[in-house]
Nanobody
Framework: QVQLVESGGGLVQAGGSLRLSCAAS????????MGWFRQAPGKEREFVAA????????TYADSVKGRFTISRDNAKNTVYLQMNSLKPEDTAGYYC?????????????????WGQGTQVTVSS
């Protein structure tokens, strides 16, 4: 089992920045793929970013490339999502997810464990 707890969400003006954190506990954190997804009201969940166990492979949705950065600290069992140049369309609930077997990284079905989410609201 893996438990995931997100933090760092909030209200920010367009153009601002936030850093989300996801603390993991349970099974070996350093061996798992970590991803971030988001879901806005009335919309389907969408992939945001993912990172492999070593940090050597990072994948981003086209909509966030160049603005968001995913990273991880295996010593702290934590994955981060640095979000810069935020736009109103980034407003959503952001969810951390973990997988021991993901290969594509962008599909929610690849992930076995999910956090409760943290809300990000970007005002115009």
């Amino acid at each position: 089992q893996v438990q995931l707890v997100e933090s760092g969400g909030g209200l920010v003006q367009a153009g601002g920045s936030l850093r989300l954190s996801c603390a993991a506990s349970g099974r070996t954190f350093s061996s798992i793929v970590m991803g971030w997804f988001r879901q806005a009201p009335g919309k389907e969940r969408e992939f945001v970013a993912a990172i492999n166990w070593s940090g050597g492979r990072k994948t981003y949705a086209d909509s966030v490339k160049g603005r968001f950065t995913i990273s991880r600290d295996n010593a702290k069992n934590t994955v981060y999502l640095q979000m810069n140049s935020l736009k109103p369309e980034d407003t959503a609930g952001y969810y951390c997810a973990a997988s021991f077997s993901a290969t594509y990284y962008k599909e929610g079905d690849e992930y076995d464990y999910w956090g409760q989410g943290t809300q990000v609201t970007v005002s115009s």
